[in-house]
């Protein structure tokens, strides 16, 4: 266990009274997650390589019924635990944030406008950055130009499923895009229905952490098209995905009330 | 494009809009035939993912009808719908896709004519827009 | 406390050989998670890897030795299953004689136990009958890039792809059978890259080419000679690379100079104008790379069609550096280590020739047994000589032959015929149905061991929950036949001690070890402990001295079009599935993307034969018929169609040509005759 694994026990474990931590190490020669309890050595940790913790712990969750869950949390991390607390998949009780500041570097790759958490144990707070320059050069094509352009990308879909495998606000076992009924094509590339649905079942969840961009063998811009999307919401709405409090417009009437026959936020 | 045919789906609510479909046929008002309606129980059971295939397969307009704000027959379905379509209109001005191809309205059980004036105008603004670009594409 | 954990191990579907870490909670498999520091996958992987978890512990795993008892198998214990194939063998040898046994390893089986099944075969049983199932698809590539270049492995690495400025794609589907091969290949296409395919099919890999050239099946020798005859006549050739380090020139340049574009567009269909470009581009290009899979090997003249394919980078100089040379793309996780390990009829662990008295003494010596002389019966051989009385054994682990294997009606014919045969597998399968005694073996997340991918890395694969039931991983399986055969060298308590023993005996593994791969994975060749390893094969020079051309000339398939047979019938895969299913069908979100058989049509020909998407369609050749959906789609040539094998209800082996490459003894999967009809 190296120095910054014995600082993280020590906050984890001691000062937060978790009983198990989300963290990641190096070990084998490869960066990977490591889920270990208040014994367990914790390796050589390194923050260097971003995991989608919240995701990786979605899947492990379910079959720890008790203890207290610290995790290595970024600011989109954070937000996605948020989302996924009002839905009832999470029990906030049981889940304890170790704040991690992005780096100048990481906030740049995912032209991030929100990255510092609300409590930094971690790191050294920094600016966001206002533009995704792709987004704005979208928004300056015409309507055929942009078309062409994301024809262009979603051709190179192969239906891996790593976007929605990894990202931490999709939640759904069985998940809609893998029906025929709507995704019709037999092979690949699915057609643009398939991220046309995923653009719009994320507009109100989505907490631009990356993943989706960075899980994607085609490396098709997907965070530069969860942006605009958000921002519509933003415009259409008042809404930001991420906060521990407000519900999603696309859940309520036109009044902002629950919607008749809704009894739980899903 | 004179000789464009447009191929339009129209999604009517059951309680209102589809029984004004119905009144406008039962009236003969004259309407463009290129519009295939399937009737559904509310106009907040059409899925967005249903457009979405539609418009990713090559139709080339999708409207959908409901009851009036306050007359939905579950209450607040209609609210649901209200919310969802301006942002798939969003979505697909993201994409490239001209928002106009997809249209929310409400048309009450009563009303044979606004019915025939949406249809019609729909259709009329479709063939300007030309057809559907991803008719032509091949993934 | 709940133990959790997670585990880095290898896929182990396709020779990319991503990696990925297996979430285990206590002993139950939860999930996937990509490797982002892994130099393959980097974070990501295809939809076969991000499932690699369902199957392991589906319901139907088996967990019991079974033995044959009339109609039933019934279950046995460890002791009796093992003592009666030792037994049931021993008679049949000396009855027969040690060759009447065959042993196929599988490629799915980590380096150490496929170095342990060919050590089996030879030094516990005394027969070199020992092969797998590279013999179907890359054996052609083994036999021949080792006449051109001395070796017959990948030469360059999967990263390189993404910095080439030409790749020259052909007879693989990249996108969909090495995704993450193929999403090299789109970066470099995004960085500039002039990509050329030449493939009978559109791929999704073609539809964003330079180029898209295609080919009628079973014309790659005429177009590719084309390619070297454009080159030559434009004095495109690295005269200098061609007079340093190459023979053969002029016969070579006497054999293509009739393949002239308008010559090769007879015969292929190939407009001239297009494979002018190609050679032009690939020529002049200043990193080429050249990648290839089944669309050149399995024809009844693969070899001499890879031999063709190896002129080319001989030609242009495009070998021995970064970026080039010629990369055939092998399968499975580990059939590039099967090879390797001397799972070969002619060869031992290194690619070390068995006809070498140097090697027999060598092998002789590190194993304490006298040695068989002639080299074994291939595959391919082995099921024939089933058939006509001369094989009476075989132990298969893990192969499908049923689903597999060309001409599946004889192929059944032949393991009915078999006095003994014994099959270690996960699951039952259609071959399973023929064992007389079948045991349980362990999976990739089972057991400890490595894989070797298509570029030549190895790489380990770490247990990660305990098998089901009594299963064994196939190395403990072996070992204990092993012992019961009497056989001195079968005392191995962990795969790193068999790596160790392989390794000192086979030099391009010679400096690989666990302790080594615990820190990082290593390339062959790596021939000593404080080796690096090789990332670029052949830089400065060949093993062989110089590299070889072949001066070959197009022949005709085995078996083409007729009256009665007007279709040509190619099989192959599609992303979803894996080979024949075993692991895929158990795989729920893998089965619901592509759960049916179906035969591909061409829009002309299912508008001339009456036939809308989707309806039922016999097809029949002349080794039989399956019934099956048509998908109409205009992504092949008229006059051809294309099934891909996965689907055992619908088999498509039961169609294809057993004819075999007569070097290689590769069966022609992608070329035969067949009918379609309105079922």
Redesign the interface.
Known sequence: MNELGRRLAEIAFTELKA??LLTTSR?????????A?RDEDLGEVTFD???QLVK?LS??YP??PQ?KIAIVARRCDEKALNELIKRGLFDAARIVLIGLACDAEQIAKCRCSDPAPSRVHFGTPNKGVEFDELAVR?QS?S?????????GQ???C?????CT??CPVCFCDDC?L?ER?????????????F???R??HM?DKCVECGECE??????IPLLT?RK??LK??KE??GFSPGDQNSVS??L???EGEP???DDDVC | MSDFNPTILAFCCNWCSYAGADLAGVSRLQMPPNVHVIRVMCSASVKPEYVFKALSQGIDGVLVLGCHIGDCHYLTGNHRTAKRFPLAQKILGEIGLDERRLRLDWVSAAEGEKFQQVITEFVAEIKKLGPNPLREVRP | MMSVRHVLTTCPYCGCGCQFYLQVVDNRLVGVVPCKTDEIGQGRLCIKGYNAHAFVQHPERLKHPMIRDGDQLRRASWQEALDLVVSRLNEIISKYGPDSVAVLTSAKCTNEENYLMQKLARVAIGTNNVDHCARLCHASTVAGLIYSFGSGAMTNSIPEFEEADCILVTGSNTLETHPLIGARILRAISKGAKVIVVDPRETPLSRMAYLSLRQKPGTDIAWINGIANVMIRENLTDTEFIKARTTGFEELKAVVEKYTPELVEEISGIPKEKLVEAARVYARSKKAMIAYAMGITQHSNGTDIVRALANLPLLAGHIGKESSGLNPLRGQNNVQGACDAGALPNFYPGYQSVSSPEFKAKFEKAWGKQLPEKPGLTLTEALHKALTGEIKAMISFGENMMVSDADITHVEEALKKLEFFVVADIFPTETTRYAHVLLPAACYAEKDGTFTNTDRKVRRIRKAVDPPGEAWPDWKIVCELGKRFGSPGFEFRSPSEIMDEFASLAPIYGGINYERLERESLSWPCPSADHPGTRVLHIGGFKIGRAQFAPVTHRAPAEEPDAEYPFILSTGRNLFQYHTGTMTRKSPKLEREAPEPYVEISREDAERLGIDDGDRVLVSTRRGSIALVGRVTSRILPGTIFIPFHYAEAAANILTNPALDSVAKIPEFKVCAARLERA
Not at chain 1, 214 to 219: E, F, K, N, V
């Open positions: 009983d198990y070990e084998h020669g490869n960066v990977g997650p490591v889920f309890s390589v971003p995991y990786i899947r492990i079959w720890i203890g979208l094509m309507h055929e130009e942009r078309l062409n352009y994301w024809i979603f051709r190179k192969n239906k891996c499923f790593g495998t990894n809609v893998e009924t709507y995704v019709a094509e037999k092979g690949i590339p699915p057609g643009l229905a991220h046309l649905v653009a719009f507009a960075r899980s994607c063998p085609g490396d098209l605009t999307v519509d919401m259409l709405f417009p696309l309520t009437t036109l919607l008749e026959g």
